[in-house]
């Protein structure tokens, strides 16, 4: 930030150098050719009607004249007379040196031609150095036989600046800047620096928050204060980054917690089981009990080894693969047939509302095989006995609106928002289906997840019924 200041401190002050001392040259120039004129026009008055003027160029009202303007213009005047010889000089010093010397004929003859005269230049060594000079021919109305008049130059008349008064003002103009840009300057490291701290000390605390990241330490946050701009929406956005990670690593921690105690609860009862056969604890005529439970816990075992294979091939997969179309009411009734067994076995009625038509629908559809039966399955569980099931599949709106309804207890309100957790099981499920792990729901979940696809649930009027969406085709 700074450098880029000094470089536009730089060229601006190289620009403005330059165009300031451009400028005051050509305001000199014209001021000199300005009183040169008016110098030129007053000598061919006193030249041509010296009575007006209380003499010729001898007289001390002439003399006065000339002084005034050299002192007005802070310019040296030099009369020409005739044409390029200098007879009046208001230099000073070097009045004594230079009258009686004759200007260059190339001043002479551009001021004839052109009408005047205006440079840079020593006059062919009349002065030391060069000085600025500009000239103007002195003219008078010349009548000539047959009664006409013509323009005479009888003369020139020059005004003359030394180049330090030419450089004394741009100098001036020079310090005034320098002076203004010196101040800015330092108004601006002062803003620039206190910006710099103020906009780089949340980004050091976001980065001392992400080595603590690094450790284990999610409980961090950045102090974004009342900060409105860009470094306040990225400190907001990182304490929200932060708060995910929180909640990811309390998840995951959960996660662990959850997987320990559901696979050591069946080891613990197989090892139990397993010894007291072993050491004789357990009689001979309980030994087929006892191998029945550990074929239970063993097979119960398989299942949740078996769903957490699944839940880790489905959350590798950031989406849907196998895209292709199939009928959603074939996959829900095949699922529906392959149940069967158990429908009877609880004395239930099933109750269809599928079109007439198939309805195509974009996905997997293994993936949407397993969640139809996964809560189908659910369905069945917590139905009561000889209770109603109701499937429904309706297309509208691009969608196709698949639903499982089931007649059974009332899940509370507070249960509706963890029922797709990880290996949450409400105290009702629990008790009802011991052979659950808490994955199925999850799973479900997951896979419409990856298809972009929503599932709702509600349950209320002792009914329970879960629908999801998927893109019709």
């Given at each position: 930030m700074a450098g880029m200041i000094l470089i536009s401190f730089a060229l601006l002050g190289a620009a403005f150098i330059t165009l300031s001392y451009q400028y005051i040259v050509r305001e000199k120039q014209a001021t000199l050719e300005r009183n040169a004129q008016s110098v030129a026009d007053y000598t061919s008055q006193a030249l041509t009607r010296p009575e007006i003027l209380g003499g010729g160029l001898s007289s001390d009202r002439y003399a006065l004249y000339v002084k005034s303007v050299a002192d007005v213009a802070d310019a040296y005047v030099l009369i020409c007379y005739p044409t390029d010889t200098i007879i009046i000089s208001s230099v000073g010093e070097l009045t004594y040196s230079?009258?009686?010397?004759?200007?260059?004929?190339?001043?002479?003859?551009?001021?004839s031609a052109t009408g005047g005269y205006v440079a840079m230049t020593t006059l062919g060594g009349i002065f030391p150095e060069k000085r600025m000079v500009a000239a103007k021919p002195i003219l008078v109305q010349a009548v000539l036989a047959d009664g006409s008049t013509l323009q005479q130059q009888l003369g020139t008349a020059l005004v003359v600046a030394e180049?330090?008064?030419?450089?004394?003002?741009?100098?001036?103009?020079?310090?005034?800047?320098?002076?203004?840009?010196?101040?800015?300057?330092?108004?601006?490291?002062?803003?620039?620096?206190?910006?710099?701290?103020?906009?780089t000390r949340p980004l050091k605390e976001m980065a001392a928050?992400?080595?603590?990241?690094?450790?284990?330490?999610?409980?961090?946050?950045?102090d974004a204060g009342t900060r409105q701009d860009e470094v306040g929406e990225l400190a907001l956005a990182f304490n929200a980054m932060a708060d995910s990670l929180a909640k990811s690593e309390a998840k995951r921690s959960e996660f662990v917690a959850n997987v320990s105690h559901e696979l050591k609860t069946p080891m613990t009862t197989i090892a139990g089981f397993a010894d007291g056969i072993l050491d004789g604890t357990i009689p001979k005529e309980k030994e087929t009990d006892a191998l029945?439970?550990?074929?239970?816990?063993?097979?119960?075992?398989?299942?949740?080894?078996?769903?957490?294979?699944?839940?880790?091939?489905?959350?590798?997969?950031?989406?849907?693969?196998?895209?292709?179309?199939?009928?959603?009411?074939e996959i829900l009734v095949r699922v529906l047939v392959s149940l069967e067994t158990k429908i009877n076995a609880r004395s239930l009625d099933v109750e269809t509302h599928l079109p007439d038509a198939p309805v195509m629908?974009?996905?997997?559809?293994?993936?949407?095989?397993?969640?139809?039966?996964?809560?189908?399955?659910?369905?069945?569980?917590?139905?009561?006995?000889?209770?109603?099931?109701?499937?429904?599949?309706?297309?509208k709106t691009g969608k196709a609106h698949v639903s499982i309804r089931n007649e059974g207890d009332v899940i509370p309100p507070a249960e509706l928002s963890m029922l797709f957790d990880r290996f949450h099981k409400s105290d009702k499920s629990r008790s009802e289906d011991r052979e659950g792990v808490g994955l199925g729901l999850y799973i479900v979940k997951t896979i419409l997840n990856n298809h972009k696809e929503n599932i709702t649930v509600t349950s209320e009027n002792g009914a329970t019924e879960f629908t999801f969406t998927l893109t019709l085709a």
């Open positions: 230079i009258l009686g010397r004759q200007l260059p004929a190339d001043v002479v003859n551009q001021v180049g330090s008064s030419i450089t004394g003002l741009w100098q001036d103009f020079a310090n005034l800047f320098f002076f203004t840009s010196a101040v800015v300057l330092c108004i601006a490291f002062v803003t620039t620096s206190l910006t710099s701290l103020q906009q928050a992400a080595r603590k990241f690094g450790h284990g330490e999610f409980d961090i946050r950045v029945q439970t550990i074929s239970s816990e063993t097979r119960r075992l398989s299942r949740l080894v078996r769903r957490m294979l699944d839940l880790s091939r489905l959350q590798s997969a950031e989406n849907v693969t196998a895209q292709e179309q199939f009928d959603v009411s629908v974009w996905g997997d559809p293994d993936a949407i095989t397993q969640v139809c039966y996964n809560l189908l399955d659910n369905a069945i569980k917590f139905s009561k006995e000889q209770g109603l099931i109701t499937l429904t599949v309706a297309p």
